[in-house]
């Protein structure tokens, strides 16, 4: 049985697609797989549902959800990765092998690869990260957010998706494909222009392509969005960059190809 949350909300059993019920299961079960192996609280997971505002019946709603949820469980025919669904007080524990679910398979893959990262090892590290970055097929658990569902937990984990990204980005300039990510980075840095590192590393690799001229105006655009957006000025780095790229400073020119 295979678990997806990085996207729409799936179950799959030797490929084949379940059905997950209505909304609210959906929901418990999505809440339940972000916090897998965890002992969540019921009063947690009313917050989660009704923002903090659960009708009188919403406990009776979660363990009708529960149950819904168990059913589906009964459908896993592999003995080695049993997922079980159990009440363990104060609340459920959804207990899974972690490589059947989609975000835990990401989690590890990028700790694998930010350690080949630091191991001067970046062409490996960008195949870990790009590896875990495919398995995203659109925002975590889409169809719930579609209902309204705006969860922190669907924020932090959005946040690691892009840090993941700026990481493999990272290994990528490391490896010389400094032409071959542009394009990528202008598309990222138009819908994220506040995010320093994203910008950062745009201008490297506009600059290592032989865009000069390019990379200063990505840091003037940069610089109006945090003004105008915060009432901050570009951090140091991105500050120490611009005026590398003005005096040509050999520090930020390619360096040498590792493997």
């Known amino acids: 049985m295979k678990f997806s949350v990085l996207g729409s909300t799936e179950v799959a059993e030797r490929g084949v697609q379940l059905e997950l019920g209505g909304v609210r299961q959906r929901a418990i079960l999505g809440y339940l797989l972000l916090n897998a192996n965890k002992v969540v609280a019921t009063s947690q997971i009313l ?70 990262n630091a191991a001067g090892s970046p062409a490996r590290g960008a195949e870990l990260l790009h590896e875990g970055l495919s398995l995203w097929r659109g925002r975590a658990l889409a169809d719930l957010v579609e209902t309204g569902v705006c969860w922190s937990e669907l924020v932090a984990i959005e946040d690691e998706r892009l840090s993941a990204l700026e990481d493999r980005l990272e290994a990528e300039l490391a490896c010389g494909r400094h032409r071959e990510i542009t394009p990528e980075l202008e598309v990222l840095t138009a819908t994220e222009p506040m995010r320093e590192r994203l910008c950062h590393q745009f201008m490297l690799a506009l600059y290592r392509s032989g865009r000069q001229v390019d990379a200063l105006r990505v840091y003037r655009r940069t610089r109006e969005a945090l003004v105008d957006g915060l009432g901050l000025e570009p951090g140091r780095g991105l500050q120490e960059l611009q005026q590398r790229i003005l005096e040509h400073d050999v520090k930020i020119q390619m360096p040498a190809l590792v493997g």
Do not use: C
């Open 47 to 116: 917050h989660a549902m009704w923002d903090g505002n659960p009708p009188p019946t919403a406990r009776k709603m979660v363990q009708n959800a529960v149950s819904g949820i168990r059913r589906m469980l009964v459908a896993n025919t592999d003995p080695v990765t049993v997922p079980v669904l159990r009440t363990h007080p104060p609340g459920y524990q959804l207990r899974v092998d972690t490589e059947t679910v989609d975000l835990f398979r990401f989690r590890r893959l990028v700790r694998e690869g930010r350690n080949a």
